[in-house]
């Protein structure tokens, strides 16, 4: 049987050196070619959107990146837009890499299935508006539950 094991689960088609496909195109506008009186007026209603939709103003302002909206004459909301302040700030964070293989029928491990699952084991944040920590702790016992302990690793303080 062929390997399918590599940095991800071998459910997922792409693993993460890969580069993304590529997405389609940009659709244009078609104007419909005119050949009597109904289809000049759908080719000029047609012409009506497109001019429309290049000369007014662009989409709302995006409030998670300003800046970054388009359209003729508009700055996209990135004069006058204060940023709010990150009250919430990571302060430490502990993991633990699990590896759980796949078993057959009879409940024997076959140790070329696999897949690994990063669990957060201990997560701590610091609000600092109000000063205070909020803390999440695994809260079952520090087994794997039918997995193997692979790395364990932490940052901050």
């Known amino acids: 049987m062929a390997s399918l094991n590599g940095s991800v689960a071998p459910v997922c088609p792409i693993s993460r050196p890969q580069v ?7 659709m244009q506008p ?3 070619r005119a050949v009597d009186l109904p289809t000049a007026i759908a080719a000029a209603n047609q012409i009506n959107r497109i001019a429309q939709g290049t000369l007014s103003p662009g989409l709302p302002p995006n409030n998670l990146s300003p800046g ?4 003729i004459g508009t700055h996209g909301g990135a004069h006058g837009v204060k940023k709010k302040i990150d009250r919430w700030q990571e302060k430490k964070r502990i993991t633990n890499i699990i590896r759980f293989y796949a078993t057959d029928e009879s409940g024997i491990e076959d140790k070329e299935q696999w897949v690994e699952v990063e669990r957060i084991v201990f997560i701590k944040w610091h609000d600092k508006v109000q000063r205070i920590d909020l803390i999440f702790e695994w809260p079952y016992d520090s087994g794997v539950e039918g997995g193997k302990l692979m790395k364990s690793w932490s940052s901050g303080q």
């Open 20 to 26: 993304l496909p590529g997405q389609p195109g940009i």
């Open 30 to 32: 078609y104007i419909p």
């Open 68 to 71: 970054l909206g388009a359209g």
